[in-house]
């Protein structure tokens, strides 16, 4: 009986602790979802553009970062959404909305600088954005359409850097289409 209840009052704080990040990061994919609502409703961007797989290759970059038609409107939508999310809470590690292929345009400010010539790792750690993530964490979390999915990994950052995370997601639904999903990665 000891046990059992021990047992119980872990899950119960395990749950405690993951409900809270759920309902976040549901609510910063809702966030997200308005502000491409609004774009297209405004007309500055149309559905083919919002929903394109194609990629243009960022010239002398490493590792690769690419272009898609959706980036310039990511660059203005969503560092007031996901930047907030980090800094409201330390143990949030990132905070990143990914399209369907795992390609994240805007990754938070301290992890999108300028990529430097030859440093692939420092590259790897530090220019996160423009990036396509397709490890099977990354497209997990980009087509997942359940209402949450939570993951729990570790995060390799290059540079000679990880960390443990434990992931929350929820889809990106626009005019009843999948985009793609927010990915919340929280330190354990």
Known sequence: PEQVAAIDAVLAEARSFDAGYIAKVQSLAAAAERSFEQALTTGRIDEA?????????????DPPQVMALSTALCEQVMPAIIDPAKASDPKVAFCAAADRNGYIAVH?????LPQRPGAREWNAANSRNRRIFDDRTSILAARNTKPSLVQTYRRVLGDGQSQMLKEFDAPIQVRGRHWGGMRLGVKL
């Open 108 to 112: 938070n400010r301290d992890c999108s």
């Open 49 to 61: 553009a919002l929903f394109s797989a194609s990629y243009d290759d960022i010239e002398g970059t």
